[in-house]
């Protein structure tokens, strides 16, 4: 059993920067691709970005190419994000997700991940 708990929630102004980490506990964090997915306000949940369980592959959506960037510290058993010129359309909630069956980028589906944190809000003002 996988236990994921995100951190880093914050209100910002547009432009601004923040990086949310998740901690992740059971399992073994290293075997696993790991990724963020987001759910914007009245809307579905949407990708952001996946990281293979080394850390050596990364795949973003276009919306966050550039501004935004996923590591991982397998030592620490902790994934991160860290968001630089923040745009109120990155006003969310921000989810960690693991696939725990790859370690590799198999999807960015969330059906695809069998373990998810609980969120945290990012909020960006104009």
């Known amino acids: 059993q996988v236990q994921l708990v995100e951190s880093g929630a914050g209100l910002v102004q547009t432009g601004a920067s923040l990086r949310l980490s998740c901690a992740a506990s059971g399992g073994t964090f290293g075997n696993y691709a790991m990724a963020w997915f987001r759910q914007p306000p009245g809307k579905e949940r949407e990708f952001v970005v996946a990281i293979s369980s080394a850390g050596g592959s990364t795949y973003y959506a276009d919306s966050v190419k550039g501004r935004f960037t996923i590591s991982r510290d397998n030592a620490k058993n902790t994934m991160y994000l860290q968001m630089n010129s923040l745009k109120p359309e990155d006003t969310a909630v921000y989810y960690c997700?693991?696939?725990?069956?790859?370690?590799?980028?198999?999807?960015?589906?969330?059906?695809?991940?069998?373990?998810w944190g609980q969120g945290t809000q990012v909020t960006v003002s104009s």
């Open positions: 997700a693991a696939d725990t069956h790859a370690g590799f980028i198999r999807s960015a589906q969330p059906t695809n991940y069998d373990y």
